[in-house]
T-cell receptor, first 114, second 110 residues
Framework: EAEVAQSPRYKITEKSQAVAFWCDPI?????LYWYRQILGQGPELLVQFQDESVVDDSQLPKDRFSAERLKGVDSTLKIQPAELGDSAMYLCASSLFGGYNEQFFGPGTRLTVL | KNEVEQSPQNLTAQEGEFITINCSYSVGISALHWLQQHPGGGIVSLFMLSSGKKKHGRLIATINIQEKHSSLHITASHPRDSAVYICAVGGIQGAQKLVFGQGTRLTINP
């Protein structure tokens, strides 16, 4: 069964360091989402791609976060420099039809910033 | 006030009990999703609905568009149902994205 892949699964870093997360969506899914989930809360959308184009990054802290999906397939989310408040689960999801239709989630990357 | 409110935040029940989790939203939407998140993080989509009722196994989801309210029911609950259940709504003010509730943590004791 096709799945969304993410790596690493866990990342521990010190504040001011750079971190990067990778996501490979289900083959054929044009829409890719990056979410941040703080413990005890629901996911919050950071960035949404349609193919290689960003369609929504209104909640992405652009002074330290960046995301790319150069060939419209896999994607990388980067944080530089990491801050203590960035500790969270970072989830990637993909969707065949985009918008508010069904999304398929990866296992997530749990980031701890010390 | 959050656009999506879930209740209760935490629910503990005994195996076999009938479970109800509620979701209310404040404005018109195009679709509502129920999702399940197990410890470790993975999220699985359970239902997407825009009207009426859907059933899958022991899970039933209903939505009342006029009252802006949805419920997720679990019949004959089992310890393996223990998870966080998340409601998400789409199409708020035409936006092509999902807005998530804070989740309901369900624990079923044997």
């Amino acid at each position: 069964e096709a799945e969304v892949a993410q790596s690493p699964r866990y990342k521990i870093t010190e504040k001011s360091q750079a971190v990067a997360f990778w996501c490979d969506p289900i083959s054929g899914h044009a829409t890719l989402y990056w979410y941040r989930q703080i413990l005890g809360q629901g996911p919050e959308l950071l960035v949404q791609f349609q193919d290689e184009s960003v369609v929504d990054d209104s909640q992405l802290p652009k002074d330290r976060f960046s995301a790319e999906r150069l060939k419209g397939v896999d994607s990388t989310l980067k944080i530089q420099p990491a801050e203590l408040g960035d500790s969270a689960m970072y989830l990637c999801a993909s969707s065949l039809f985009g918008g508010y239709n069904e999304q398929f989630f990866g296992p997530g990357t749990r980031l701890t910033v010390l | 006030k959050n656009e999506v409110e879930q209740s209760p935040q935490n629910l503990t029940a005994q195996e076999g009990e009938f479970i109800t989790i509620n979701c209310s939203y404040s404005v018109g939407i195009s679709a509502l999703h129920w999702l399940q998140q197990h410890p470790g993080g993975g999220i699985v989509s359970l239902f997407m609905l825009s009207s009426g009722k859907k059933k899958h196994g022991r899970l039933i989801a209903t939505i009342n568009i006029q009252e802006k309210h949805s419920s997720l029911h679990i019949t004959a609950s089992h310890p393996r149902d223990s998870a966080v259940y998340i409601c998400a709504v789409g199409g708020i003010q035409g936006a092509q994205k999902l807005v998530f509730g804070q989740g309901t943590r369900l624990t079923i004791n044997p």
